[in-house]
C-alpha cells in the first residue's frame, strides 16, 4: 500500500502549490520523493513514480510551467498528426505583452501574438491530468501561413493539403480561422492550386 495520497496519486504532474492546497507540507514532498513515491520533474513540479509518461509528456510539463500558453505551430502540427514535421523543440504561442517563459528541460521556440490569435481556434486536452491548449487543426493550418517565413512554404503546403486529404477539420472551419486571423487572401490561391 502506497504511502502517497490518493488526491496526489490521481493527480498527474503538479506543482508544490498544488501540493500545499491538497494538505501535503512542501517537507512531505521531498520526503516522498526521497522514498520513490514522488519524482521531481523538475524545480516545483512533481508527479507519482508510478505515472508513465505518455506520448505527449512534454507538451503536459510545458503546459504547467506556462498555463497562458498555446502550444502551435509544428507541435501541435505533430499533435494532430498532420504532415511530416518532428520538431525538435516545443513550439509555443504566448501573448506579446508577457514575460519570456523559462524552461530549462526541453527546448521551446516562443511564438508572440495578440488580440484575437489568444482565443480563436484554441482547443484545450487533457494530457497526464493537465489541461494543455492547443491550437486546432484548422488554426494551426492559418498559423503556419501567418508565419511561413519561420517554418517555410513547403512545410505549410504540406499542412493544408493533409488537413484536406485527412479531413482534419471542416473546410468552413479553415476559412473562419483564415478570416479570424486576416489570412483569408494569403491562403486562397494556395488552396485553389491543391483543390483542383
Given at each position: 500500500?502506497?504511502?502517497?495520497?490518493?488526491?496526489?496519486?490521481?493527480?498527474?504532474?503538479?506543482r508544490?502549490?498544488?501540493?500545499r492546497?491538497?494538505?501535503?507540507?512542501p517537507?512531505q514532498?521531498?520526503?516522498?520523493?526521497?522514498q520513490?513515491?514522488?519524482?521531481r520533474?523538475?524545480?516545483?513540479?512533481?508527479?507519482a513514480?508510478s505515472?508513465?509518461p505518455s506520448?505527449?509528456h512534454?507538451l503536459?510539463?510545458v503546459?504547467?510551467?506556462?498555463?497562458?500558453?498555446?502550444?502551435c505551430l509544428?507541435?501541435a502540427?505533430?499533435f494532430?498528426?498532420?504532415?511530416?514535421?518532428?520538431?525538435?523543440e516545443?513550439w509555443?504561442?504566448?501573448?506579446?505583452?508577457a514575460?519570456?517563459?523559462?524552461?530549462?528541460?526541453?527546448?521551446v521556440?516562443?511564438v508572440?501574438i495578440?488580440g484575437v490569435?489568444?482565443?480563436?481556434?484554441?482547443?484545450?486536452?487533457?494530457?497526464?491530468?493537465v489541461?494543455?491548449r492547443?491550437?486546432?487543426?484548422?488554426r494551426?493550418v492559418?498559423d503556419?501561413?501567418?508565419?511561413r517565413?519561420?517554418?517555410?512554404i513547403?512545410?505549410?503546403?504540406e499542412?493544408l493539403?493533409?488537413?484536406?486529404?485527412l479531413?482534419?477539420?471542416?473546410?468552413?472551419?479553415?476559412w473562419?480561422?483564415a478570416d479570424?486571423l486576416?489570412?483569408?487572401r494569403?491562403?486562397r490561391?494556395y488552396?485553389?492550386?491543391?483543390?483542383?
Amino acid at each position: 500500500m502506497s504511502t502517497l495520497p490518493r488526491a496526489i496519486r490521481n493527480k498527474g504532474i503538479f506543482r508544490l502549490t498544488e501540493a500545499r492546497a491538497l494538505g501535503l507540507h512542501p517537507e512531505q514532498v521531498r520526503r516522498l520523493t526521497r522514498q520513490g513515491h514522488l519524482t521531481r520533474l523538475g524545480r516545483g513540479l512533481y508527479t507519482a513514480a508510478s505515472t508513465v509518461p505518455s506520448e505527449h509528456h512534454t507538451l503536459a510539463e510545458v503546459a504547467k510551467r506556462v498555463p497562458k500558453g498555446i502550444v502551435c505551430l509544428l507541435t501541435a502540427l505533430r499533435f494532430h498528426a498532420v504532415g511530416t514535421q518532428h520538431p525538435r523543440e516545443v513550439w509555443l504561442a504566448v501573448d506579446r505583452r508577457a514575460g519570456i517563459p523559462r524552461i530549462d528541460f526541453t527546448p521551446v521556440r516562443v511564438v508572440r501574438i495578440s488580440g484575437v490569435a489568444l482565443t480563436s481556434g484554441i482547443d484545450e486536452h487533457e494530457i497526464e491530468g493537465v489541461t494543455v491548449r492547443i491550437t486546432s487543426p484548422a488554426r494551426t493550418v492559418v498559423d503556419c501561413f501567418k508565419f511561413r517565413n519561420k517554418i517555410g512554404i513547403d512545410v505549410v503546403v504540406e499542412a493544408l493539403r493533409d488537413y484536406r486529404r485527412l479531413r482534419k477539420g471542416s473546410v468552413d472551419e479553415l476559412w473562419r480561422q483564415a478570416d479570424q486571423l486576416r489570412m483569408t487572401r494569403v491562403i486562397r490561391p494556395y488552396w485553389d492550386a491543391i483543390a483542383s
